[in-house]
């Protein structure tokens, strides 16, 4: 059930990205011109799919309890039929013993009823320790299932407040505004690749570059083929005047996604790399 949470995760954060690479094939605009609004649908399955978790995790919890409950009741029973059935049978020897030493002569009634005691006390002693062992290792089971549960219920309710925080940050009106949820997400999910590249995407829109560029600097630290940290970064270069790094940033960027080339053909941050040949280059196949 995790992995299909996990599942459902990447897609909320994947799929919109890549509909909107998808989308940018037929219209040049800006992937910030796009709007959240087009895939309702998806925002409305990835909502449903919380819902079901939430109910089965809290029908699974019942369940356990009630499987544990029936567990204990019936060892419980086990147990007073064992020792019921060991006393009975314990006393029938008792009896013959003592009948046979009653006719012997052996020992007295005393010491026949103080030693009989005794085995009796050494024999429950045994069978209570045996069961006292058993419940606690029912315990502990039934502390760590409840433990994963509790950690399941808190990664849920994390996933839940991510999620509202990535429709606050799209229906956003200014970078600033979106920095500001970005950093929200980022102390839900500290390291979070995917807010800080949105984060940086941000920053550039507020002309912030060196800012921008700390930001791609240190997803990229993490995960060094990210093309969307590497074009991002790219752009920062260029707005910096450092084109031979802009231009090879953008070339890691294109490789691993190809729909970025169409993207930068109208980026208006690479607009001082216009005429350079590795540039002009790279564009080549929107040209044609």
């Known amino acids: 059930m995790f992995k299909r949470l996990l599942g459902m995760v990447m897609l909320c954060f994947v799929l919109p990205v890549t509909i909107a690479h998808a989308a940018d094939g037929n219209n040049t605009k800006p992937y910030s011109e796009q709007s959240i609004y087009d895939k309702p649908m998806i925002e409305r399955y990835v909502l449903d799919e919380l819902k079901s978790l939430r109910m089965d995790q809290q029908d699974l919890e019942r369940r356990i309890t009630l499987d544990i409950t029936d567990r204990e009741l019936a060892v419980a029973d086990k147990s007073m039929n064992y020792a019921n059935v060991t006393v009975t049978y314990f006393f029938y020897i008792i009896a013959g013993v003592a009948s046979l030493i009653a006719l012997i002569g052996w020992q007295s009634m005393r010491e026949i009823k103080e030693n009989t005691k005794r085995m009796a006390e050494l024999q429950l002693k045994d069978i209570a320790d045996s069961y006292e062992q058993k419940f606690k290792a029912l315990e502990r089971d039934l502390k760590r299932k409840t433990r994963i549960i ?65 930001l791609c600097n240190r997803v990229l630290e993490v995960d060094d083929t990210n093309a969307h940290a590497l074009y991002q970064r790219a752009c920062a270069y260029a707005c910096l005047g450092v084109e031979e790094q802009a231009i090879s940033d953008l070339e890691r960027a294109i490789k691993d996604s190809t729909s970025l080339r169409e993207l930068a053909a109208d980026e208006d941050d690479f607009e001082n790399l216009r005429g350079n040949e590795r540039f002009e280059l790279l564009l080549i196949t929107v040209e044609d």
């Open 150 to 214: 509790s950690e399941n219920n808190r990664e849920i309710e994390k996933i839940n407040e991510v999620h509202n925080l990535w429709l606050r940050a799209q229906s956003s009106q200014t970078p600033e505004q979106k920095v500001e949820i970005y950093d929200e997400i980022l102390k839900v999910r500290p390291g979070d690749l995917e807010a800080l590249t949105y984060k940086a995407d941000a920053t550039m829109e507020m002309r912030e570059f060196h800012w921008a560029l700390s």
